[in-house]
């Protein structure tokens, strides 16, 4: 089975800066998707970020200009840079990813990282 490693989350002032990863690991299996979500307390899961197949990035409008969404197919990881965070970025982000496996059937199934913690306080 495929699981979903994320990394990068921390403790940062406003204004500053993070780097989150999320590396994808198994075997025959293919990426369709992945993307970024945060959840804040006593809010929604809301979409950060994503990468689609035909390589379109979208973006919430809270982040726009702030935080870019990238990926690297040969190690199966994507990434998201987080610049001028702000107190209201503070959340419990979590990748996400459409997978496709041999154990499956090839039938894509979503994927779920265990989620980081974002915190953005003075």
């Known amino acids: 089975q495929v699981q979903l490693v994320e990394s990068g989350g921390g403790l940062v002032q406003p204004g500053g800066s993070l780097r989150l990863s999320c590396a994808a690991s198994?075997?025959?299996?293919?990426?369709?998707?992945m993307g970024w979500y945060r959840q804040a307390p006593g809010k929604e899961r809301e979409l950060v970020a994503n990468?689609?197949?035909?390589?379109?990035?979208n973006y919430a409008d809270s982040v726009k200009g702030r935080f870019t969404i990238s990926r690297d197919n040969a190690k199966n990881t994507v990434y998201l840079q987080m610049n001028s965070l702000k107190p209201e970025d503070t959340a419990v982000y979590y990748c996400?990813?459409?997978?496709?496996?041999?154990?499956?059937?090839?039938?894509?199934?979503?994927?779920w990282g265990q989620g980081t913690q974002v915190t953005v306080s003075s």
């Open positions: 198994g075997s025959a299996f293919s990426i369709n998707y």
């Open positions: 990468c689609t197949s035909g390589g379109h990035t």
């Open positions: 996400s990813a459409e997978i496709s496996t041999v154990a499956g059937a090839w039938r894509p199934s979503d994927y």
